[in-house]
């Protein structure tokens, strides 16, 4: 069991930075593909990043490489996504996502199996 809680989004002008944080509670955590999805209104929930149990291996949706970087601290039981350079386009709910199912990363949402209530990043322009 994986118990996930998002925290530190907001609202930020266009260029400017955010760092949202997942906090993990479970002794699983070490043993989870942890992954960041986004939905803005409207929309399907869509893949944005993911890291490897140990951090050493990361993915990332095309729209947001080189602006946004997704780390974690297994010490800490914690995920983390900077999002550097934001834009108008990029508001949206930000959720924190486990998969205990699988040993490689994941980009669809049927692949993780524990979610967090999610933090609304807003980016006016």
């Known amino acids: 069991q994986v118990q996930l809680v998002e925290s530190g989004g907001g609202l930020v002008q266009a260029a400017g930075s955010l760092r949202p944080s997942c906090a993990a509670s479970?002794?699983?955590?070490?043993?989870?593909?942890m992954g960041w999805f986004r939905q803005a209104p409207g929309m399907e929930r869509e893949f944005v990043a993911a890291i490897s149990r140990r951090g050493g291996s990361t993915s990332y949706t095309d729209s947001v490489k080189g602006r946004f970087t997704i780390s974690r601290d297994n010490a800490k039981n914690a995920v983390y996504l900077q999002l550097n350079s934001l834009k108008p386009e990029d508001t949206a709910v930000y959720y924190c996502?486990?998969?205990?199912?699988?040993?490689?990363?994941?980009?669809?949402?049927?692949?993780?199996?524990?979610w967090g209530q999610g933090t609304q990043v807003t980016v006016s322009s």
């Open positions: 996502a486990a998969s205990t199912a699988s040993a490689t990363l994941r980009i669809t949402v049927n692949s993780y199996n524990y």
């Open positions: 479970g002794r699983t955590f070490n043993n989870c593909i």
